[in-house]
């Protein structure tokens, strides 16, 4: 079945840029989407169609997708910020939804 | 606006059998296909069942399948998982979500709580 494989965990100073990878087989063939989820909340979605923001998300958080990989990048990353985030796609082979492991995003 | 409130989480034996509700409102909730996500104490988001908004086709991943069942009600704007044989390895926080063209999962609900203990 598909998988996606994100880094357990990510470390950023405040103000810098974060960068968080999701990698799976030929991922840059299908749309990614990525949820931040904040201790004790459900998830937000942040992302979709590998770059989108839905309204209401800054515009500080950005999506690429090329290849195995899709990115998520956080420019001028806030306290705010910290979160675990998601990167999720959709299997056209299975109809089934999958998601990365989640990456912990610490702002320090 | 939309609201989506899970409700039917609680402490059950394994084996046994348990039913949550996601009830939907400020949409068109015939409209949208309609997701179970869940996530295990401490860990990720595993995706569990989706439905499509009419009802007619449903898909599982391998964890659940044969032992849990999505199903709707288009007159009463309501989204089940009916969930038998229920094992530790069940227990989560269960949100159901809905999908939007992209495919993205646009807005949550809380989550309910279910507990597979002896």
């Known amino acids: 079945s598909y998988s996606l494989t994100q880094p357990p965990s990510v470390s950023v100073s405040p103000g810098q840029t974060a960068s968080i990878t999701c990698s799976g087989d030929?991922?840059?063939?299908?749309?990614a989407c990525w949820y931040q989820q904040k201790p004790g909340r459900s998830p937000v979605l942040v992302i979709y169609?590998?770059?989108k923001r839905p309204s209401g998300i800054p515009e500080r958080f950005s999506g690429s997708n090329s290849g195995n990989t899709a990115t998520l990048t956080i420019s001028g990353t806030q306290a705010m910020d910290e979160a675990d985030y998601y990167c999720?796609?959709?299997?056209?082979?299975?109809?089934?939804?999958?998601f990365g492991g989640g990456t912990k995003l610490t702002v320090l | 606006q939309v609201q989506l409130v899970e409700s039917g989480g609680g402490v059950v034996q394994p084996g046994r059998s348990l039913r949550l509700s996601c009830a939907a409102s400020?949409?068109?909730?015939?409209?949208?296909?309609m997701h179970w996500v869940r996530q295990a104490p401490g860990k990720g988001l595993e995706w569990v069942a989706v439905?499509?908004?009419?009802?007619?086709?449903?898909y599982y991943p391998d964890s659940v399948k044969g032992r849990f069942t999505i199903s709707r009600d288009n007159s009463n704007n309501t989204l089940y998982l009916q969930m038998n044989s229920l094992r530790a390895e069940d227990t989560a926080v269960y949100y159901c979500?809905?999908?939007?063209?992209?495919?993205?999962?646009?807005?949550w609900g809380q989550g309910t709580l279910v507990t597979v203990s002896s």
């Open positions: 979500a809905r999908e939007q063209i992209g495919p993205k999962l646009d807005y």
């Open positions: 400020g949409f068109t909730f015939s409209r949208y296909g």
């Open positions: 439905i499509w908004y009419d009802g007619s086709k449903k």
């Open positions: 030929k991922l840059g063939e299908q749309y």
């Open positions: 169609q590998d770059n």
């Open positions: 999720q796609v959709w299997d056209s082979d299975t109809s089934y939804w999958v």
